[in-house]
């Protein structure tokens, strides 16, 4: 459990010295417990207290970083149980496994798929993180579906062995790439340990439980392997979100510094659609790593869809930049349609006019990040700030027709509108489904 103001108020000089800026020591510790100053603002503090405080400090949950460059993935990092509390801080890594049995022509059609697997929703990109390669054959296969991975994909690694020569010769070929090396159990813990310190890898600690696997990670903290991911194995769904429940609240609730790191989970259902969906349980419920062996688009997307709103900060609305958008090969004739900043709103506008294939253009107005209804019963949609969008971005000059089409839910505002903006208000459909049929039947 963190410490509160007073807390830390104890373990201060408490000489109101002022030398931190603060009037007083329990300001500071009010405004450390904040994380709003850093410790070393205070002269005076013991090197005892600052140990305490700066281990305090460290995240509940480890940052772990798998890969090097643009891909690198970044998983931890957490301080909360749930979002709405402040927010989820790095997005859940979603990895495919790559059995080494496979001939080297089905190893670069998969990553050329794999690779593939990136989209753009709500003006976010939505990607996939890491490719695992599983040993199921000989030392020398491992190797070569390695090579073969490594040469055909710059997505960070995971490397999959039980036998701990193989996991070190693949380990030795990729660690620029700085893969995750699966696994280190209670059975072989300083071996692996061993191979993960002296190539400075991030390691996979599995167990058969939360017991088990807080022992592990002690054993393996004290060859001196910090650098750690969770498992704890092939379970049923519900026993499965069990631990991964109590890893986080050990961790958060109970500062448990050895189950301090996230968790990884391999999904095992053959069927596509089970799959899909365990994997989005997974998410739901506090993986950091999930493992999947199905590339199918429509799969992927559905469980990128759901990461990417479960990651998204409940207290930031996602936004687009205001302004005027020609769509297609839009002219001085081409209809306008207005709508809010935020991004759900406009994309899905976006794609009703793309889909009417009519060019037009769409305003969208500074709403920070509100939808239509909400920003209008916010008083941050209406005729005032339609009319000084209409102003700041130019739609005058843009066009040589009066006619603007509003949401048909916020109807109420064309009066106030056409006075104030000088423009004629053609009331559009209330739902975004209907707009390519309005747009063609608007002459």
Same mark, same amino acid.
């Given at each position: 459990?963190?410490?509160?103001?007073?807390?830390?108020?104890?373990?201060?000089?408490?000489?109101?010295?002022? &030398?931190?800026?603060?009037?007083?020591?329990?300001?500071?510790?009010?405004?450390?417990? /904040?994380?709003?100053?850093? +410790?070393?603002?205070?002269?005076?503090?013991?090197?005892?207290?600052?140990n305490?405080?700066?281990?305090?400090?460290?995240?509940?949950? /480890?940052?772990?970083?798998?890969?090097?460059?643009?891909s690198?993935?970044? +998983?931890?990092?957490?301080?909360?149980?749930?979002?709405?509390?402040?927010?989820?801080?790095?997005?859940?890594?979603?990895?495919?496994?790559? =059995?080494?049995s496979?001939?080297?022509?089905?190893?670069?059609?998969?990553?050329?798929?794999?690779?593939?697997? /990136?989209? =753009?929703?709500?003006?976010?990109?939505?990607?996939?993180?890491?490719?695992?390669?599983? *040993?199921?054959?000989?030392?020398?296969?491992?190797?070569?579906?390695?090579?073969?991975?490594?040469?055909?994909?710059?997505?960070?690694?995971?490397?999959?062995?039980?036998?701990?020569?193989?996991?070190?010769?693949?380990?030795?070929?990729?660690?620029?790439?700085?893969?995750?090396?699966?696994?280190?159990?209670?059975?072989n813990?300083?071996?692996?340990?061993?191979?993960?310190?002296?190539?400075?890898?991030?390691?996979?600690?599995?167990? /058969?439980?939360?017991? =088990?696997?807080?022992?592990?990670?002690?054993?393996?903290?004290?060859?001196?392997?910090?650098?750690?991911?969770?498992?704890?194995?092939?379970?049923?769904?519900?026993?499965?979100?069990w631990?991964?429940?109590?890893?986080?609240? *050990?961790?958060?609730?109970?500062?448990?510094?050895?189950?301090?790191?996230?968790?990884?989970?391999?999904?095992?259902?053959?069927?596509?659609?089970?799959?899909?969906?365990?994997?989005?349980?997974? +998410?739901?419920?506090?993986?950091?790593?999930?493992?999947?062996?199905?590339?199918?688009?429509?799969?992927?997307?559905?469980?990128?869809t759901?990461?990417q709103?479960?990651?998204t900060?409940?207290?930031?609305?996602? &936004?687009?930049?205001?302004?005027?958008?020609?769509?297609?090969?839009?002219s &001085?004739?081409?209809?306008v349609? +207005?709508?809010?900043?935020?991004?759900?709103?406009?994309?899905?506008?976006?794609?009703?006019?793309?889909?009417s294939?009519?060019?037009?253009?769409?305003?969208?107005?500074?709403?920070?990040?509100?939808?239509?209804?909400?920003?209008?019963?916010a008083?941050?949609?209406?005729? &005032?700030?339609?009319t000084?969008?209409?102003?700041k971005?130019?739609?005058?000059?843009?066009?040589?027709?009066?006619?603007?089409i509003?949401?048909?839910?916020?109807?109420?505002m064309?009066?106030?509108?056409?006075?104030?903006?000088?423009?004629?208000?053609?009331?559009?459909?209330k739902?975004?489904?209907?707009?390519?049929?309005?747009?063609?039947?608007?002459?």
């Amino acid at each position: 459990m963190a410490l509160s103001g007073l807390d830390i108020y104890k373990l201060l000089p408490k000489t109101n010295c002022r &030398q931190c800026g603060l009037a007083t020591c329990l300001a500071f510790a009010m405004q450390l417990a /904040k994380k709003a100053v850093v +410790i070393e603002k205070c002269p005076f503090i013991t090197p005892e207290a600052k140990n305490i405080l700066e281990a305090q400090a460290l995240p509940p949950i /480890k940052l772990i970083s798998l890969g090097s460059g643009e891909s690198k993935l970044d +998983i931890g990092n957490e301080t909360v149980m749930f979002r709405h509390e402040e927010k989820f801080r790095n997005p859940a890594g979603l990895g495919f496994i790559i =059995e080494d049995s496979l001939n080297e022509g089905q190893i670069r059609s998969a990553l050329e798929k794999i690779n593939r697997l /990136k989209f =753009e929703r709500v003006g976010q990109a939505l990607e996939v993180n890491l490719v695992a390669i599983k *040993q199921s054959k000989d030392a020398k296969r491992f190797i070569e579906a390695t090579k073969l991975v490594l040469s055909n994909t710059s997505l960070p690694l995971m490397l999959i062995s039980s036998d701990p020569a193989s996991l070190k010769g693949a380990a030795e070929l990729s660690k620029e790439r700085r893969p995750l090396l699966y696994c280190a159990t209670k059975d072989n813990a300083s071996q692996i340990g061993r191979i993960a310190k002296e190539l400075d890898l991030p390691l996979v600690a599995a167990g /058969k439980n939360i017991d =088990e696997l807080a022992q592990l990670t002690g054993e393996l903290n004290a060859l001196g392997v910090n650098n750690l991911i969770l498992d704890t194995g092939s379970k049923p769904v519900t026993e499965k979100i069990w631990d991964l429940t109590q890893i986080r609240r *050990q961790a958060l609730k109970k500062s448990n510094r050895a189950l301090g790191y996230p968790a990884l989970v391999i999904v095992e259902a053959a069927d596509p659609y089970e799959e899909a969906i365990e994997a989005a349980a997974y +998410i739901s419920k506090y993986a950091g790593l999930v493992l999947i062996k199905g590339i199918e688009t429509w799969e992927v997307l559905s469980i990128l869809t759901l990461r990417q709103n479960i990651y998204t900060d409940p207290q930031k609305p996602l &936004q687009i930049e205001p302004k005027l958008y020609p769509i297609g090969q839009a002219s &001085q004739n081409s209809p306008v349609l +207005i709508t809010t900043n935020f991004s759900l709103s406009y994309y899905t506008v976006l794609g009703e006019v793309e889909a009417s294939k009519i060019p037009s253009y769409i305003l969208s107005v500074d709403t920070e990040g509100m939808s239509v209804l909400t920003a209008w019963a916010a008083e941050k949609f209406n005729a &005032q700030s339609i009319t000084r969008s209409l102003e700041k971005f130019g739609v005058k000059e843009a066009i040589k027709h009066k006619n603007l089409i509003i949401p048909g839910y916020v109807a109420v505002m064309s009066g106030d509108l056409e006075e104030q903006s000088g423009f004629k208000v053609i009331v559009g459909p209330k739902e975004a489904a209907g707009i390519p049929a309005f747009l063609k039947n608007l002459n």
